[in-house]
């Protein structure tokens, strides 16, 4: 009887790859019927990556790519939020991180992505073809240098989120998280999430219902205040930043 549960599992993670790798194709051929070439050259002041790319269009929830596709692109992100994440064999889903404007993602190490890519909400992305990359990062020391900080960021932002998920109680881990978020939009004391409670709660390793609980206790504390599910106030960022030492 177990051994069938098991073959039966395998089956439907199969056909679940299979049916994202499906809608994945879908998705790109819609937007490959609306993306135009263009430059990155607006955005190389900002972040000192000069390269030609062809910008996309996607839905919310839409696949940008599958984990085993072929990386044959590496993205970054130009308006709107994209999530990276890794399905597992029994269905749950795990969030590697989110990708704010300005932010690449999807350049891989080996020849496959090692995870699924998804827009969070209906997001732009400028898309980088790899071939000849080497080459053309050997001959522009600048371009290198971008690619060196590139790779040093990432490693940062994995020990960080590696830390995140090693903090004892679901409220340090929200509280890091909204502390994280304010950062990254640059606030204060107001954060617009683009993801859902379920988004939040398989980046943190938590339950939608967990998730849920701590956000209603924090508010009742008088730490945030929810005006709607996806505004968070911080009303006291000192008790935010207590819960997180």
């Known amino acids: 009887m177990s051994v069938s549960l098991s073959v039966a599992a395998k089956h439907g993670h ?11 194709a879908l998705s790109s051929q819609a937007a490959l019927s609306s993306m135009s070439w263009a430059t990155s050259a607006a955005l190389e002041n900002r972040d000192g990556l000069d390269l030609n790319g062809v910008v996309m269009h996607f839905n919310a929830d839409r696949p940008i790519y599958v984990e085993g596709d ?18 597992l064999s029994d269905g749950r889903r795990q969030i590697d991180a989110f990708h704010m ?7 891989e190490a080996g020849a496959d992505h090692r995870m699924s890519a998804e827009a969070v909400s209906d997001c732009t992305v400028i898309a980088y073809r790899r071939r000849g990359l080497e080459t053309m990062v050997a001959q522009d020391e ?28 679901a409220a340090q881990k929200i509280s890091a998280f909204l502390l994280e978020a304010a950062g990254r939009e640059g606030t204060d ?12 709660a398989d980046y943190l390793g938590l ?16 730490t945030i205040k929810l ?6 106030v911080l009303k006291d960022r000192r008790a935010l930043k207590m819960l997180n030492s």
């Not at 590139?150 to 109680?169: D, I, Q, W, Y």
């Not at 999430?193 to 988004?199: I, T, V, Y």
Request: aromatic letters at 8%; proline letters at 1%.
């Open 70 to 87: 072929e990386a044959r692109s590496f993205y970054k992100v130009v308006t709107g939020v994209v999530r990276t994440c890794r399905f």
């Open 227 to 232: 005006p709607t599910a996806r505004r968070v």
């Open 142 to 169: 600048g371009l290198g240098r971008w690619f060196f900080s590139h790779a040093m960021n990432c490693l940062a932002v994995a020990r960080e989120h590696s830390l995140l998920l090693g903090r004892g109680s």
């Open 207 to 222: 339950t939608i219902e967990t998730v849920s609980r701590t956000l209603s206790q924090l508010e009742r504390d008088g």
């Open 101 to 107: 404007t300005g932010e690449v993602f999807g350049f």
């Open 14 to 24: 199969v056909a679940s790859q299979a049916a994202l790798s499906s809608q994945a």
């Open 189 to 200: 004391g107001v954060v617009d999430l683009a993801m859902s409670r379920q988004d939040i």
